[in-house]
C-alpha cells in the first residue's frame, strides 16, 4: 500500500496568516496515465470530509482560491493564505493513483 | 447536486455483520463510482471499497474477505456489509461519490460502535 505522511500533525496560526500541510507519499504518485491523483480534503467538526483539491493544484468547485496544492512525484503541498475562522478542522492528503487508495493520518489547523 | 445519506445501526455486537445503506439523490449511481470509507476514532482514514457504474467492486485487501458492497438501482442506493465484525471495526462509516480518482460529495457520516 502507499503510505502517506502528513506533518505536521498539528498547527496553530493567527487570522490572516498563512499555513503549509506537508504530505509524501511512499511511492510516486504519477498514474499510467501521466496524472498524479493527490487530493486534499477538510473536515470541519461535526462535518463530513469536503473535497478542497484535486489531481495536486486543482480546486474543486466552489473552494477558494486562499487553497492552494503544489507538488509532484512524492511530495506535496497544501498552503493556506489568509487564514478565517471556518478553516479550521482537520486536513488530510489522499492519493488516487493506486489500489487501495490510502490517506494521509490528518493535520489539525487551530485558530490562535 | 449530489447527495448521499447513510443509515444503518449504531451498535452491533462482536462476530456479528454491519450493514449500512447508502441512500443518494441528485445522481445516478450507475455512473461513476460510489465508495465507502471510514474514520477509526484518531483520525485514521480508510477506504474500504467501491461499486462501480456497471456494478463491479474493488475492496481493500485490508477487507477483502469480509466485505461486500452491493447496489439497488432502482432505489439508487448501494449497501455495505462487512462480516465477523470485531471492537476494532467501530468507526465513522461514510459512502461517497467518487469521479477521476478522487471523492467529491460525502455523506454525513454514521457513527458504528461494536461492542456486546
Known amino acids: 500500500d502507499v503510505v502517506m505522511t502528513q506533518t505536521p500533525v498539528s498547527l496553530s496560526v493567527s487570522l490572516g496568516g498563512q499555513v503549509s500541510i506537508s504530505c509524501r507519499s511512499s511511492?510516486?504518485?504519477?498514474?499510467?496515465?501521466?496524472?498524479?491523483?493527490l487530493s486534499w480534503y477538510l473536515q470541519k467538526p461535526g462535518q463530513s470530509p469536503q473535497l478542497l483539491i484535486y489531481?495536486?493544484?486543482n480546486r474543486f468547485s466552489g473552494i477558494s482560491d486562499r487553497f492552494s496544492g503544489s507538488g509532484s512525484g512524492t511530495d506535496f503541498t497544501l498552503k493556506i493564505s489568509r487564514v478565517e475562522p471556518d478553516d479550521l478542522g482537520v486536513y488530510y492528503c489522499?492519493?488516487?493513483?493506486?489500489?487501495?487508495?490510502?490517506f494521509g493520518s490528518g493535520t489539525k489547523l487551530e485558530i490562535k | 447536486e449530489v447527495q448521499l445519506q447513510e443509515s444503518g445501526p449504531g451498535l452491533v455486537k462482536p462476530s456479528q455483520s454491519l450493514s449500512l445503506t447508502c441512500s443518494v439523490t441528485?445522481?445516478?449511481?450507475?455512473?461513476?463510482?460510489w465508495g465507502w470509507i471510514r474514520k477509526f476514532p484518531g483520525n485514521k482514514m480508510e477506504w474500504m471499497g467501491y461499486?462501480?457504474?456497471?456494478?463491479?467492486?474493488s475492496y481493500n485487501p485490508s477487507l477483502k474477505s469480509r466485505i461486500s458492497i452491493t447496489r439497488d438501482t432502482s432505489k439508487n442506493q448501494f449497501f455495505l456489509q462487512l462480516n465477523s465484525v470485531t471492537t476494532e471495526d467501530t468507526a465513522t462509516y461514510y459512502c461517497?461519490?467518487?469521479?477521476?480518482?478522487?471523492?467529491?460529495?460525502w455523506g454525513q457520516g454514521v457513527m458504528v460502535t461494536v461492542s456486546s
Open positions: 461517497a461519490y467518487s469521479y477521476a480518482h478522487r471523492f467529491d460529495y
Open positions: 441528485g445522481y445516478s449511481i450507475t455512473s461513476n463510482y
Open positions: 461499486i462501480s457504474y456497471s456494478g463491479s467492486t
Open positions: 511511492q510516486s504518485l504519477v498514474h499510467n496515465n501521466g496524472n498524479t491523483y
Open positions: 489531481k495536486v493544484s
Open positions: 489522499g492519493q488516487g493513483t493506486q489500489y487501495p487508495l490510502t
